[in-house]
């Protein structure tokens, strides 16, 4: 018998979210006989509400808007609860799929309160959820905050160029102790650490991009492992505090993004290799950053 196909997991959407997980547990490639297989992939997490679909939705159709772009592979991590508000744009190719979550990381591991920092933990899961992951040359995580406006292929080529590497994007420095900062802290850093942290920036874990390696899988594992032994449940923490942990101070990183992404702030006081216009801020409101990420294409789109 045939295993189903991401097309059934479209249709029976409708079921519950247990029996969506069996079946993705089933999942098989979509390349059908005689298509090509697709080098290039990205990736995305979403949950919370179902305002969240709506970004998403319009980030892939950005990527997706120019032709050099349309032979990448889309994964989306999913919140199972959020399968039935999926609806089929006109404009979705049909190599974007959707892997529903499943239960990897703890629920006393994350704020129960904010199911978006649990959306955005999952993208440590890329590698337990979609094991086909290991097909490809080249992985891009975007968080669905992003504008894509150029091609993706020369930042793929960079990735591949330093394959031992998470390749990111550094943020500037928020203070001199930037492991007081919410998204480095909650961690027992040693004085050693400490004094790291205070003399160069964190970078973001808003995207990143890695050749798809059983070294770089055992790299997420152990970040992941990092994740399990977290106890606290007084304070805040994200996922981009144990990624910096873990890559930034064993000096695993790669600052090659840097140079193909932007915040829309900057976008126009940048040249023609940005490829990402970011719309940052955790505590925004989804719909006010959506509307924002409209404004800012339509104004991208008029004055090509």
Request: proline share 5%; aromatic share 12%.
């Amino acid at each position: 018998m045939a295993r189903p196909s991401w097309q059934h997991i479209r249709i029976l959407s409708f079921l519950t979210p247990c029996l969506l997980i069996l079946c993705a547990l089933q999942l098989e490639p979509r390349y059908f006989e005689g298509k090509k297989k697709l080098d290039w992939l990205v990736y995305m997490s979403v949950g919370g509400s179902e305002e969240s679909l709506k970004m998403m939705d319009f980030a892939i159709s950005t990527l997706y808007w120019h032709q050099e772009n349309t032979d990448i592979q889309t994964i989306v991590l999913i919140d199972p609860k959020l399968l039935s508000g999926l609806v089929e744009p006109h404009n979705r190719p049909s190599h974007v799929d959707f892997v529903p979550w499943e239960s990897l990381i703890p629920t006393n591991s994350i704020r129960k309160r904010d199911k978006k920092v649990v959306s955005s933990m999952r993208k440590l899961e890329i590698f337990n959820a979609y094991p086909l992951i290991h097909q490809f040359k080249s992985v891009l995580y975007l968080d669905i905050d992003m504008v894509i406006v150029n091609s993706l292929k020369p930042l793929y080529k960079t990735v591949t160029s330093d394959a031992k590497k998470l390749h990111v994007v550094m943020e500037s420095p928020v203070s001199l102790e930037p492991y007081k900062n919410i998204f480095y802290s909650n961690l027992d850093y040693t004085d050693v650490e400490k004094k790291i942290m205070s003399t160069r920036p964190g970078f973001s874990a808003g995207l990143f991009a890695f050749v798809p390696s059983k070294e770089m899988e055992i790299h997420f594992d152990k970040v992941l492992q990092l994740v399990y032994e977290h106890k606290s449940e007084i304070h805040e923490f994200y996922e981009q505090t144990h990624m910096n942990k873990y890559f930034g101070l064993n000096s695993i990183v790669n600052e090659s993004l840097s140079q193909y992404y932007t915040s829309q702030q900057e976008y126009n006081k940048t040249g023609t290799r940005v490829v990402l216009a970011h719309f940052p801020g955790a505590n925004q409101e989804l719909d006010l950053k959506y509307q924002r990420m409209k404004h800012f294409w339509k104004s991208f789109i008029d004055c090509i």
